[in-house]
């Protein structure tokens, strides 16, 4: 089993709240995070994809107070969207007994009804974590390229060869596709979908068009920003929001759009080896996205993540403003000669961040001109942790 840094996270919530979601793309490792939890405090675990679990739930308050007791968890919890109203009233009694957390561990892919849906129900009575795939600073650094080149889903890092790696990840693609997506929102043709999520890992790190996305599909803006805010919602993309603030600048407005998981960026454009990635043109966008998805799992919580452009061509790849601090700047290189662009000292003038930091593919840390550092992935999120 691979550490996760969540699962102390993970453990804190569960002691200090009533009920706790997990929420997560597939197969990314909720249940066996869960498991492992379990196996440590009075647990019993139900997954609501089986039916004889289901079928358990046909009273569910008469069932879940006999384990009033345990920490409950549930899998695939979307499945039974009426169980929240339930759960609330069981939360209640357990408080009104004394105990006032530890109740329930609920596992789900981040729908867009299971998040409203948990959210109006357990107001007050819920937290949320978010669990990604594998990042940078869970593997060794001799790891480092295997991760970026296979991707963080445990199945798809660990597999025996890179032509394994691939093909389990074709199948995830088109599962998600054709089995998943379907089950957790609206009903779309899986080949619009699947070529949209290409076009997006194409267009890896570029600012969002969605004019442009939506010739090429043949539909109308409208529906490609539904396709957008779907692949957002299930954790599967990130839209990088421009820093807005009042420093004089005019300021490019529209986000930036990165496939979160850089193996299946490199499934979806045919990249099996590390020489098919380092080939390819998406190599510094796909870096660019790998550095950016472990900094911000890495960051304090409450960070804000932006990037930063501006008309004229001051630019900065991410900024990190950690609560009531002033952000970091940081950019990022697939070179081990890093060379900054006047951009980044221009961005720099205009927004006096705390610290100047270039992040690129050594493994030592070294000092550049103008209170600049170049630092290696590991020595930067191990700075975030902290």
Known sequence: MIERRISSELNELIDT????????????GKTTLALSIAAHRPSIYLDLKSDADRAKFAEPELYLSQHSDKLVILDEVHRLPNLFQNLRG???????????????????????????QSGETLAGRIAYLEMGPVN??????????????????????????DRASQRWR????????ERDIPLLGPRIPA??????????AHHQSGLVNAAEFARALGVDGKTVASYLDLLVDLLLVRRLEPWHANVGKRLV??????????????????????????????????????????????????????????????????LLTPPGDRPWAIEIKRSLTPKLERGFYLACEDLNPARRIVVYPGQTSFPLKNDVDAMPLTALGGLLLK
């Open 170 to 177: 074709q199948d995830f693609i088109r599962t998600y596709l």
């Open 253 to 318: 407005k529209s986000p930036r759009v990165y496939v979160r998981d850089s193996g299946i960026t490199h499934t979806l454009l045919g990249l099996t080896t590390q020489e098919d990635l380092l080939g390819h043109p998406v190599a510094g966008a796909s870096w660019e996205g790998f550095v950016i998805e472990t900094l911000i799992a890495a960051a304090p919580p409450g960070t804000q993540s932006n990037f930063y452009r501006t008309s004229v061509g001051a630019e900065i790849d991410l």
């Open 17 to 28: 709240n009533p009920a706790v979601a997990l929420i997560g793309p597939r197969q990314v």
């Open 90 to 116: 069981l939360i209640d009694r357990g408080r009104r007994s004394g105990r006032k957390a530890g109740h329930f561990l609920l596992l789900g892919s981040a729908s867009i009804d299971l998040l409203k």
């Open 136 to 161: 940078g600073l869970e593997v060794s650094d001799e790891e480092l390229n295997t991760l970026w080149l296979r991707g963080g889903f445990p199945d798809s890092l660990l597999a025996v060869s």
């Open 191 to 200: 080949e619009t979908l699947w070529r949209f999520w290409t076009m997006l």
